[in-house]
């Protein structure tokens, strides 16, 4: 824990104020960085416009976001399969949805299914990859070298979809220099700020122990970070325009817990 | 990979047929076995019938379930700041949830609702923790001592909640006899059946490399384990009877690229 604690408070003092720090990416830097997709963010605008978008995105939950991924996940496997057009029926029966939900879910982005035919599963694909932003290689920094941020630096499933890991982070002397088993570099957490502009790097993911994240969560914000994905458990508090997602892994241990409990009380 | 190889192969050719190895764990057994939780499974039986429980939980979704976690969740934090009860509309503004649905998904399992009141947090809570099976501990094994595998034995939420990580299984001979960093002990993953039986496991989480996820569940399954949380990427298939999560950790950064590229369409 040593190392975390002066590494962070070190990096605090060098970063002057949050605010300096920040203007080190204000909009028009971070608009410019982005020119390369710039084409495909029109392209986006102008498919959602005629598919006439009925709720502003902002109002769409995370939950709702959380099913997009479900049925991308779904429908990847339907085209690796050959399958080239599905219901909804279909979809909520063979993947075990609710059809209803389906369609409302799809509805806050525009009108996707045929009358029918039902969806063409190449074509919906192709719209979920855009509304979830995964038409354009998103940079991620992984803060934290232990077990868990080693092992989500080598997870096969965020490459696969897009997401390239720049970096790791740690304080850890021993650990600096060295790099994942898949080879993503181990940085020291004094260089985020620096790293972050030089790589423009999107998202933080957190994985340090719980008293060193809103720490880390700082320094990232001010390294001008705009989303964090918090695995350490504990809320943690960003400031508006920074879009911060925690994961609790309980939630799908309870879910088998809730299979077993009801398995007891019927058998 | 090798240590796994012959290791898997070695185990299945010990553990006679799948069917002599469940026999191992026969319902009367199990239920047994089960003795200490009896009554807390019958209360949970009286409960429900006065609550009118109005649809057989088989057809309960995984969607409803995870919400179920979430929504616990929020009533821990509620709980924690001292709040008594709180209407569905207000757990549905302050976590960015929806009234409509917290009601929808309450009602597969009662009425839990009070008129003019709404909920009382220290109830519904306890409510809840029944429902997904918390109010007795759960037993876990954890298939592979690598980064992800040491992660999630030491992953804090877990036992929070009250699962209990009893072990973890590996086919790597360095790893074997050691244990994590929270002390959670590493076996011989050809020792995955007797351990189960003699630990009573509930759920085998695997966190092997892919190739290997196979092999590993059907050795879980024919242990006599009656649940799986893969995180290993690609499908697994279970036998009737057993219940299979797969975790995407990706839906969770899916999110996030959701926000960002909102943002940038926006800004």
Same mark, same amino acid.
């Given at each position: ?11 605090v ?11 080190h ?62 219901s909804?029926q ?9 059809a %209803?939900? $389906?369609?409302?879910? *799809? ?6 299914? =045929?009358?029918?035919? @039902?969806?063409?599963v !190449? ?11 995964l ?34 982070f ?27 502009r ?24 001010? %390294?001008? $970070?705009?989303?964090? *994905? ?6 943690? =508090?960003?400031?508006? @325009?920074?879009?911060? !997602? ?22």
């Open positions: 824990m040593a190392p975390w604690e002066s590494a962070l408070s070190d990096a003092r060098r970063s002057s104020s949050a605010a300096d720090a920040r203007s990416r204000t909009r028009p830097f971070y608009r410019a960085s982005r020119d390369a997709a710039q084409g495909r963010v029109v392209a986006w605008r102008l498919v959602n416009r005629s598919h006439k978008r009925k709720q502003p995105p902002e109002q769409v939950s995370e939950l709702t976001t959380n099913r997009l991924s479900v049925y991308l996940r779904c429908l990847n496997e339907l085209d690796a399969a050959g399958v080239q057009t599905i909804s279909g979809l909520a029966t063979r993947f075990h949805l609710n %209803a939900q $389906i369609r409302k879910d *799809l509805a806050y982005f525009g009108e996707f299914g =045929v009358r029918g035919v @039902g969806y063409y !190449k074509e919906l694909r192709r719209h979920l990859r855009k509304i979830l932003g038409d354009r290689r998103l940079r991620v920094a992984i803060i934290g070298a232990g077990n868990l941020g080693l092992a989500l630096a080598d997870y096969p499933g965020f490459r696969q979809e897009g997401f390239e890991i720049v970096g790791l740690d304080a850890a002397n021993e650990k600096i220099g060295h790099e994942s088993r898949g080879g993503v570099p181990i940085h020291d957490i004094k260089d985020l700020e620096p790293v972050t030089r790589e423009r790097l999107d998202i933080a993911v957190i994985a340090v122990p719980a008293p060193h994240a809103q720490p880390v969560a700082d320094l990232a914000v001010s %390294a001008g $970070i705009k989303a964090i *994905l918090n695995f350490s458990p504990g809320a943690l =508090v960003v400031p508006e @325009g920074v879009k911060l !997602k925690s994961v609790d892994l309980t939630v799908s241990l309870e879910s088998l817990s809730f299979y077993l409990a009801q398995g007891d009380s019927h058998g």
